[in-house]
């Protein structure tokens, strides 16, 4: 599950009612939930910064044996954040072949997204 840590988000181009204090709270709730689920699930939360997020994605994929590569709305929805997308999309698809991928659009939609993909184990 890879994602923009709330600490990087630009908050001026959200909602007035979205802070990194709610988002926290509902990242953290929407993978908490994936987890009560049953899905096993490594949370990968980056900056914006397309070099720093390569290596964590890879990083992620050399300590986990991955099956499906969640991405989150923050990363893909945000027209400034493309060249961070493309890097994501590309890196995964590098350390994993065929890798299949799905795309929640809130993080409460999270497990929607997995759901049309896998389910628990």
Do not use: W
């Amino acid at each position: 599950m890879i994602g923009i840590h709330a600490n990087a988000l630009d908050y001026s181009k959200l909602p007035p009612e979205l802070n990194e204090a709610v988002m926290t709270e509902r990242i953290e709730s929407g993978f908490g939930a994936t987890l009560a689920a049953g899905f096993d699930a490594v949370s990968c939360l980056t900056g914006t910064s397309p070099d720093e997020a390569e290596a964590q994605v890879r990083a992620a994929f050399d300590q986990h044996q991955l099956g499906l590569v969640m991405i989150g709305g923050g990363i893909r929805m945000l027209p400034e954040n493309t060249e961070l997308f493309e890097r994501i999309i590309n890196t995964c698809s590098e350390a994993s072949p065929g890798i299949p991928f799905c795309f929640n659009t809130s993080p409460e939609s999270t497990l929607e997204a997995l759901r049309r993909h896998v389910q628990p184990v």
